[in-house]
């Protein structure tokens, strides 16, 4: 059932609009009183459309319309308007409302207003997905027997409810896999929701996956629904599953035995019809042994493994996938089309490509583009590890100044490359390094000025 958002500042037209729709057009609503409430809403709630005044104090709905496409919010939003002013409907369709109607327009054009809506909403997803199944924004490429096992495999799970365990290093692709996933199963019009295990805090990780109640927590001003609501009959991916804690755990391997969701501060479940898709670039076995990770929830997860191959094991693909992400950065910071010299794709082709995988290559390439202005590029261009003339690729150059300027090169090369290698991931760069904890990594990385 779709759910459509209603955001006006006056009670009594909102609560009509949600009344008509529920009756007329079988819709779930929700209501909002303002810009700042509807914004909210729409971003902790994800409704399927939404219709909005354009004249409210406050947050009016062109500011409203402003920040959706700042934030780039596909999401279609239908504005009403008691003034009559063409002028003003022109102006909310250029900052992206799908269309607009006037304040005494029938009921029953409304619901079919919302109706259209709905429905392009769903083309342009198609489009998207279909866009990604050409490989427009897309590293699954590549001619090697690797990448076709690995695509091979894809397609076969995409049409089941089953999860799926997608390992692989780090830059690899596993999140472009998770999508594959997706797109090409029949859960591809509903929501694909990302979920970083490693990058949210402990204490906010079970409120982001499974929702709360308003007053669950100090702060908690309202209820919202977690990622399995959000992705209801569409995908989780959940990233770097490996660090969820073990109280999530515990609460994940129950949603994934029972399809049921409760939120924190309630006692009622929510049915839920979600596939997980989770990926990690650690060995969840040796988790296991150590006691960091669930056996019970491991056996859940790895119904199915995708495992995704490091570029150094598929190296035939690179010069494919280097002229695709040639094309794309070139568009992407609007330069002329270039073209690789024959001896510069020999070279990406020899690199064993052990720090980064994939992203490490898109970066090369990136950093080529920027590098020169001809439209060839040439293997002098190349960084000095890949056999060119320029700088190693995230690494400076030793100084060559005092032993103390050469020290304090050397410790930010250091640094610098633990944390590419572990994709900056605080904690584990930090034990990699031997540090005593993270802070100790991020007073280092003020001090040299290092950032993601």
């Known amino acids: 059932m779709s759910l459509i958002l209603i955001v006006d500042d006056i009670a009594a037209m909102r609560d009509q609009y949600a009344y008509d729709l529920k009756r007329l057009g079988g819709f779930a609503t929700m209501t909002a009183d ?20 354009l004249e409210m104090p406050g947050v009016d709905g062109f500011e409203v319309l402003a920040t959706l496409k700042k934030q780039r919010n596909r999401i279609p939003v239908i504005v009403y308007t008691g003034t009559g002013s063409y002028g003003r409907c022109v102006r909310a369709t250029k900052l992206g409302a799908y269309s607009f109607i006037a304040k005494d327009e029938p009921v029953e054009r409304v619901v079919r207003e919302v109706e259209n809506a709905l429905a392009w909403a769903e083309l342009q997803g198609e489009v998207r997905r279909y866009r990604r199944q050409s490989g427009d924004d897309s590293p699954l490429l590549g001619e090697s027997r690797a990448a076709a096992a690995m695509k091979e495999q894809i397609d076969k799970l995409a049409g089941i409810p089953s999860p799926v365990l997608i ?16 797109d090409a199963g029949p859960r591809a019009p509903r929501p694909f929701v990302a979920i970083n295990c490693a990058a949210l805090p402990e204490t906010m990780i079970e409120s982001e996956l499974f929702g709360h109640e308003r007053g669950a927590f100090t702060g908690a001003d309202r209820a919202r629904k977690g990622a399995f609501e959000s992705a209801n009959q569409g995908t989780l991916f959940l990233d770097e599953i490996g660090e969820l804690p073990a109280a999530a755990q515990a609460k994940l391997l129950r949603v994934l035995e029972d399809a049921v ?26 988790g296991v042994t150590a006691g960091t990770f669930r ?9 199915h493994i995708v495992s995704v191959p490091p570029l150094r094991e598929r190296l035939s693909d690179v010069p ?7 094309q794309l950065v070139c568009e992407k910071f609007g330069v002329r089309a270039r073209q690789f010299d024959p001896e510069t794709l020999k070279r990406l082709q020899a690199h064993a490509w052990g720090r980064n995988n994939v992203r490490e290559l898109r970066n090369v390439i990136e950093r080529l583009v920027i590098a020169g202005n001809d439209e060839v590029i040439t293997p002098d261009l190349l960084p000095a590890d890949l056999g060119g003339g320029g700088p190693a690729t995230g690494s400076p150059q030793p100084s060559g100044g005092t032993l103390k300027d050469q ?12 944390l590419e290698r572990n994709d900056w991931h605080i904690t584990n760069t930090a034990a990699q390094l031997g540090l005593a904890d993270h802070s ?7 001090r040299h000025g290092l950032k993601k």
């Open 320 to 326: 494919i996938l280097a002229e695709h992400f040639l």
């Open 34 to 53: 303002g810009g700042s409430e509807g914004l909210e809403l729409i971003k902790t709630e994800a409704p399927d459309c939404v219709i909005l005044d």
């Open 295 to 303: 056996e019970d929830l491991l056996f859940r997860l790895n119904t």
């Open 407 to 418: 020290k304090v090169a050397a410790e930010r090369r250091i640094v610098l490359t633990a």
């Open 261 to 286: 969701v409760t939120r924190l501060g309630s006692h009622q479940g929510l049915k839920v019809d979600t596939r997980v898709v989770a990926a990690t670039n650690r060995d969840l076995d040796a």
């Open 167 to 182: 390992l692989g290093e780090s830059g690899s692709g596993k999140e472009l896999v998770a999508r594959r996933l997706h």
């Open 440 to 446: 100790s990594l991020l007073k280092i990385m003020r």
